[in-house]
């Protein structure tokens, strides 16, 4: 984390690393996860709506991977990928089960309430997706997924390119693609030190602030494929 005090002087911040990346699937849970993927968010709340709703998709299953899977095909078929309009992209449950579209942020947040709200712990992930066509260039925009814990372990999942690729909806469930990478997890974020404008809502751009205020900076993601 950095903390610049200085005033602006024009210059550029580049921060680069060397990643090996691999295929993820489920991996261990530390035993005191689960308790806290369990509590609500700013825009992830648990309450009844999102019971019901979970209660409904996931009747007469009992083994929480069995009732996860049930979840997540109720979003793909509930919910369309659509950036049009106002409202999309915050990762706001709500507005994702009442509108039915969004992005990445929107398809995974309403999973993430309707797994909390059944006692299945559940979790936001952000980072971005490096061009499998390229050996080099730049990265537009993120890309976020979520991960759930069942049976000890947290399983990935990718709804909205589950939507998208309906033909890999069962990989999505489980996997992650290689061409990933991670910078965060988690909604409502706390840093030391706290920004004037409180928690975090999800990190993947840097955070600046001037005098109390935000101000975006100019952000590029860049990639090359050591050795291609």
Not at 1 to 23: C, F, H, N, W
Not at 87 to 110: E, K, L, P, S
Not at 111 to 118: D, K, M, N, P
Not at 192 to 200: C, K, T, V, W, Y
Request: net charge neutral; glycine share 8%; with cysteine.
């Amino acid at each position: 984390m950095l903390y610049p005090q200085a005033p602006d002087s024009g210059k550029t911040i580049e921060l680069r690393y060397r990643v090996l990346r691999k295929e993820k699937n489920a991996y261990p849970a530390n035993n005191a996860e689960g308790a806290r993927y369990l509590r609500p968010e700013t825009l992830v709340p648990v309450n009844e709506t999102f019971r019901t709703l979970a209660d409904k998709a996931a009747a007469g299953k009992t083994d929480d991977l069995d009732r996860a899977k049930a979840i997540y095909d109720h979003v793909i078929g509930r919910m369309r990928y659509d950036k049009s309009g106002t409202g999309w992209g915050r990762g706001d449950a709500i507005y994702a089960c009442d509108a039915r579209t969004g992005n990445c942020t929107d398809f995974h947040a309403y999973f993430i309430a309707l797994a909390r709200s059944i006692g299945i712990p559940a979790r936001f992930a952000i980072g971005a997706t490096i061009p499998a066509d390229k050996n080099e260039g730049t990265i537009d925009g993120y890309h976020c997924w979520a991960e759930f814990l069942a049976d000890g372990r947290w399983v990935p999942v990718d709804i909205s390119e589950a939507w998208k690729n309906p033909k890999l909806a069962d990989y999505y469930f489980g996997h992650n693609p290689a061409n990933r990478f991670e910078l965060t997890k988690g909604r409502d974020l706390v840093v030391d030190p706290e920004p004037a404008s409180g928690p975090i809502n999800f990190l993947v751009y840097p955070l600046l602030e001037m005098n109390g205020e935000i101000v975006k900076p100019e952000t590029t993601f860049t990639f090359r494929r050591i050795g291609a």
